[in-house]
C-alpha cells in the first residue's frame, strides 16, 4: 500500500495511523475478525476453517485476537450470537449486538483520560 501511494513504508503507516487511528495491521485485523465474526454468526463451518477462510494462518493466533477483541472465545461467540432462522431479526440487528466489545489489540487497558 504504502508503494502505491508512493510513500516509504514508515512515512505511509504514520499518516495511515494519524488519519485512522489505528496502524494498517491494526486495520486490517480488524476487517478480518469482522468477517470471522459474520461468518460463525452465519455459517456452520469449523473454526479453523474460518480463521483461514479470512486469511489467517495460526489458529490459536486468531483464538487470541478475538477473543480479546470480542471479549469471548469463537466458539462461545458463535453460541451467545446463534439466532434461530425462523425469527428472521434483520441483519442491521444482527450486527449492532455483534459489534466488538473491545476496539484495541493492546493487551493492557489504556489508562483513563485525565
Not at 495511523?17 to 475478525?33: C, E, I, K, N, Q
Not at 450470537?81 to 425462523?86: D, G
Amino acid at each position: 500500500m504504502a508503494a502505491a501511494a508512493g510513500l516509504s513504508p514508515g512515512h505511509f503507516t504514520r499518516a495511515f495511523r494519524d488519519a485512522f487511528g489505528v496502524s494498517p495491521h491494526g486495520h486490517l485485523l480488524t476487517r478480518r475478525l469482522e468477517r470471522a465474526a459474520a461468518l460463525l454468526r452465519n455459517t456452520d463451518h469449523r473454526v479453523a476453517d474460518v480463521c483461514m477462510e479470512v486469511g489467517l494462518a495460526s489458529v490459536g493466533s486468531f483464538t487470541t485476537s478475538f477473543t480479546r477483541m470480542f471479549g469471548r472465545t469463537p466458539t462461545a461467540y458463535r453460541e451467545a450470537m446463534a439466532v434461530p432462522r425462523a425469527f428472521g431479526l434483520p441483519n442491521c440487528v444482527v450486527r449492532r449486538e455483534a459489534r466488538p466489545v473491545h476496539r484495541t489489540f493492546r493487551e493492557d487497558p489504556a489508562d483513563p483520560p485525565r
